[in-house]
């Protein structure tokens, strides 16, 4: 809309909306300008502090890797194949948004826990989930892969069947058709989805200090500061971690008005 | 033969393919022609290995192909919507199944270069295909398919999405373009003069079902159901040469008739051979001859009254006393209060009149 007449309807529902904005943006402002630059850079300076950031982004990008590796060829078969069950298999998809995700931290460790089955199987490749990076990356795997999957199926239903139909009579096999008719033209999707995984995964807490409270991710530092040190010790680190989630959405929003345009 | 169809059945959602049989003879245009909804798409899309039949086989140069997937038929297949890959540049469009060929990158600009000039499409390489018009795409999308040189074309309403003048251009275009290359081609529409002005032969298809397979005059002058019949509108349709006329007419000299008496003045600025029709409303039928504004006014004998509820159709044959070989035939619709205030009957010779914008030229 390029004018905004003024009517009451108008006014009265710019007020109301208004004031939810403000809530969200005051806080934020308030927490990443309460502290200097020169205290953030110190902060950032902090190993612990820098070794809990590089730890969150590291981790999350390796569960992004990972559900792009499995979640891109589902999204595809959920936007393109009609198979029994498919109801059921979305819905297993969506489900980490709504359970509380320190009851996903449990239900994880009930399987990757040291006695569980397959923590077990785990354990004798030497790989171990309790209170070590495996269990910080399967958690925010866990917590943040719908994002990725309904982005990437959104991407690939908008995609025209009949694309892919001409590819094929054009010589095309299935795999060929895939790789240079239906994931060039879902990209950007999959890579907004995968941005914003990668983001939430950033900032999960619930999951992740169930199954690993060491070695520390930047909200579970932040959490710890907060507790042992108070608000003053906290603040910077909450300033940092909001600064780099807001560059991620950034370039979020960056890719995704890109893509519409394109479209 | 270069493309046999037998028994061919399929079921896919509401669309259904029951028993088709087809023979297509190489270099053949061959017109699919019925109603939307009729399964036309889904028999096109069959063909090209899109859906497997339920039943039936399907040969293309004496080789069964029934269970081929797409990419092992060599058939070129044109959407009515272009279905262009839009991130790729025009170029890279005509060029992609060049390179799924394995072709050496100096062929593959070759064969673009060749074929996207046979299509005046030469400028365009560099664009993309949001950035083009309708027509534009649609050349974009023939030439990507003619591109791989297939073994047989399929069209599915290839000129329906454009505009009318565009339509012309580009059904002209086909035209050329079959005489040039001479590709075996099934075109799919629910436009009868479409139909009609290009099909060696046409296949009325209806419920998923061939109903009738003929030239086309067979299709028009002699439907094999009351359904066809219907579909094709017991319409006048003519094919003659354009003649210059007097003023702003031409005249149209009907094939086979070089009488006098049968030509037609016609409005337009068209010239040589064409199809023309008029629709049977637009004649108007009398016992006498009429004084009128009208400059078409033939004397016929009435051949055929055939009655259909609130309209009848009154075929006339011009001149009246020859036999069909040698006459034409005109349906005019009238309403029953005429039909019983003249007193119809078969043999009575009657006159028949229309305006010279009342003929369609195509």
Redesign the interface.
Known sequence: MSVLFANRLTVLFSALGMLLVLFVAVPLARTITASSPSLLWQTLLDPEVRGAISLTLYASFIATLLALICGVPLAYLLARVDFPGKGVVEGIIDVPVVVPHSAAGIALLMVFGRQAPLGQVFGLLGLRFVSAVPGIVVAMLFVSLSFLVNAAREGFEAV?P??E?????????PW?TFW??SF??AWRSILSGALMMWARGLSEFGAVVILAYHPMVAPVLLYERFESFGLAYAQPVAALMILICLVTFAVLRGTTRKSRR?? | MSLRVTDLWLDLGAFHLRGIHLEIAPGEYFVILGPTGAGKTVLLETLAGLHFPRRGQISLHGEDITRFPPERRSIGFVYQDYALFPHLSVEENIAFGLWLRRMGRKAVSERVEAISRRLSIHHLLPRKPETLSGGEAQRVALARALAIEPSLLLLDEPLSALDPGTREGLQQELVRLHRELGTTTIHVTHDFEEAVALADRIAVMHQGQIVQIGPPEEIFRKPDSEWVARFVGMRNIFRGELRPGDGNYQWLVLEGTEQPEVRMAVLTDRFGPVHASIRPEDIVLSQEPLRSSMRNSFRGRVVSILDRGTLIYVTVRVPPDRTLLKATDFTCAITRPSLEEMNLKEGMEVWIAFKASAVHVF
């Open positions: 025209d009949r694309l139909r001409v590819a094929r009579t054009l010589g095309a096999s060929e240079r008719v060039p033209l394109a479209r």
